[in-house]
Every structure is written in C-alpha cells, then in structure tokens.
C-alpha cells in the first residue's frame, strides 16, 4: 500500500550474523508494529511502537529488539540471526491504534 | 493469554458456491478486524466490528460479530476467483495502542 515501504525485499543471511529490517512510512501514524509470519502459526507480533523512542513487547520478542528514532522509520534488529528466525517479516501502521492496520510489503528473510 | 481459534484452516469451493470461515474465543473480543492475504501478498484490512451482534456488508461479503463478542464469521456469496487467498480475524485486544492478535487463517481456493 502507498505510505509503507520495507526494506530490504529478500534477505539471506548467516547464524550469528546482525540482521536489521527497515519500515519507513509517509503516513505520520503514530503506531508501528513488526509481525512475523509463519506457515502453521499465522501473524505473530514481535514489538510495537507507540511513539518516537516509546517501544514494547510483542508475543515473540526474543531475539529481537526495535528502535524509533523518528515517526517514520522503525527498525527492527536481529542481534544475533538463528534459522529459528527464518521468516516472513511484516510491518504494519495504524493512525489510532483503534484502526485497521496497513501491512507493509514484507521481507522474506532467510538464516542459512 | 488471548487466543483467536478461526476455522476451517482450509477451504476449496467451486466458483459460484458460497464460503464462511469462523472465528471463536474462549473470552469476549474486543474489536474483531478482517484481512484478506493474496497469495504472496501482504494483508489487506477489510472491516471492522465492535458492535454486539454488528452485521456489515461489502458487496458479496457479508460480516458478523456474535451476540456474546465470542465469535465473528465472514460469508462469501458466490465466490469468484478473484476471492481466492487467505482470510484472517484479528481481535484488537490492546485498546487504543493497538496489538492484534490473529487468527490463523483460512485458506481459500476457488475452483472456476
């Protein structure tokens, strides 16, 4: 959809290497998620954003940690890739939090 | 914590036949929303019920949100092609911060 834009597209990587994942939104909404999707489990939310700098947990937080340091851009960082992380990742915003959400395009990441 | 059980995981119909996947909690839902998923797409926000006992229409979709906000179903009239993918409930459980949690999915496959 227009106003979100993940990057990268695809993404191989090696076990044990950082990985970061890039939302970036035109919108000015306030809120930001990561969700990850996996085949037998559905979305799953990995951390939230509220605001610039104010961040929580998801369901499925180990392992990842996120950052917003403008309304636009929240980050989303594997520390250390494991193949357990071999997912599809989805970031999602919403204007009030009470609203629909609306899906980036999502990055396919692959832990080799 | 909150579970969404939405079924059947999997459904194939022949065109023109009609289709209804159906979302249950142990617990009330909140707001229950809708998606939609293409094959290799990202979710699409369809509707959103808060209502007990709220019907909505978009054209041959019809949306229910039960008496008891415990369920909530998506009736399909007719299917077409174009209706294949994979549709989601989500209850928005985090109030005005957001936080869906989703069903896993039913799988839609429309043969013409």
């Known amino acids: 959809d227009a106003g979100i834009t993940q990057s990268p597209r695809h993404k191989v990587t090696e076990t044990g290497t950082p990985v970061t994942l890039r939302c970036h939104q035109t919108?000015?909404?306030?809120?930001m998620y990561w969700y990850r999707q996996d085949p037998g489990h559905g979305l799953r939310l990995i951390h939230y954003?509220?605001?610039?700098?104010?961040?929580d947990k998801g369901e499925v937080s180990d392992g990842y940690s996120v950052s917003r340091s403008k309304t636009e851009d929240f980050l989303l960082t594997l520390e250390s890739a494991t193949s357990s992380q071999t997912s599809v990742y989805f970031c999602?915003?919403?204007?009030?939090?009470?609203?629909?959400?609306?899906f980036g395009s999502g990055t396919r990441l692959t832990v080799v | 914590g909150q579970q969404v059980m939405q079924i059947p995981q999997y459904q194939h119909v022949q065109e023109g036949e009609d289709f209804t996947t159906y979302c249950n909690s142990s617990?009330?839902?909140?707001?229950i929303q809708w998606y939609k998923q293409r094959p290799g797409g990202h979710p699409v926000f369809l509707i959103q019920?808060?209502?007990?006992?709220e019907v909505k229409k978009q054209k041959r979709l019809t949306f229910q949100f039960g008496e008891a906000k415990k369920n909530s179903s998506l009736h399909i009239t007719a299917t077409q092609t174009t209706d294949v993918g994979t549709y989601f409930c989500?209850?928005?459980?985090?109030?005005?911060?957001?936080?869906?949690?989703f069903g896993k999915g039913t799988k839609l496959s429309v043969k013409p």
């Open positions: 954003s509220y605001g610039v700098k104010d961040t």
């Open positions: 999602a915003i919403s204007g009030t939090g009470l609203s629909g959400y609306t």
């Open positions: 919108e000015n909404h306030r809120y």
């Open positions: 989500a209850d928005n459980y985090g109030g005005s911060q957001g936080n869906l949690i």
């Open positions: 019920l808060v209502k007990s006992g």
């Open positions: 617990t009330t839902l909140s707001n």
